[in-house]
C-alpha cells in the first residue's frame, strides 16, 4: 500500500514536501516507476511529475519545472516531492503511484498506467 503525506496549508512561496511510501518493506519504491498527481477542485486529475524505476531520469508538468523536484530516497524507501515557490493555483490534492512494468518517456509519462495509487495528501496555498 502507497502512502502519501506532508500536505498542509501554507503561504504563497513558501515550500513542502511529500513523502510517498510503501507501508510494506517488500515493496521497494526502487523498483517501481512513481508518479506524482493532483487534482484540484472541480478539475481532472493532472500529473505533475514522475521518475523512471532504477533510473534518476525525471520527468515535470511545465506548470512546476523549476519549482518541484521528484527524488528517491532508497534507503528510506520513500520517493519525494519537493514543491518549492508554491502558488495557488497549486492547491489540491496530490496523489503517488507506483508501477513496476511501465516503461516512462517523454512521449507517456502523463497519460501512463499506474498500478497502485496512495491515498491523496491536501496541499493548500493561500495568497
Known amino acids: 500500500q502507497l502512502q502519501a503525506s506532508g500536505g498542509g496549508l501554507v503561504r504563497a512561496g513558501d515550500s513542502l514536501r511529500l513523502s510517498c511510501s510503501a507501508s510494506d518493506s517488500r515493496f521497494a519504491l526502487s523498483a517501481y516507476a512513481i508518479g506524482w498527481f493532483c487534482r484540484a477542485p472541480g478539475k481532472q486529475r493532472e500529473a505533475v511529475s514522475a521518475i523512471v524505476k532504477d533510473r534518476d531520469i525525471t520527468f515535470y508538468a511545465d506548470s512546476v519545472k523549476g519549482r518541484f523536484t521528484i527524488f528517491r530516497d532508497t534507503a528510506a524507501n520513500t520517493v519525494y516531492l519537493q514543491m518549492n515557490s508554491l502558488k495557488p493555483d497549486d492547491t489540491a490534492v496530490y496523489y503517488c503511484?507506483?508501477?513496476?512494468?511501465?516503461?516512462?518517456?517523454?512521449?507517456?509519462?502523463?497519460?501512463?498506467?499506474?498500478?497502485?495509487w496512495g491515498q491523496g495528501t491536501q496541499v493548500t496555498v493561500s495568497s
Open positions: 503511484a507506483a508501477d513496476p512494468f511501465v516503461s516512462l518517456h517523454g512521449g507517456n509519462w502523463k497519460s501512463a498506467f499506474f498500478e497502485s
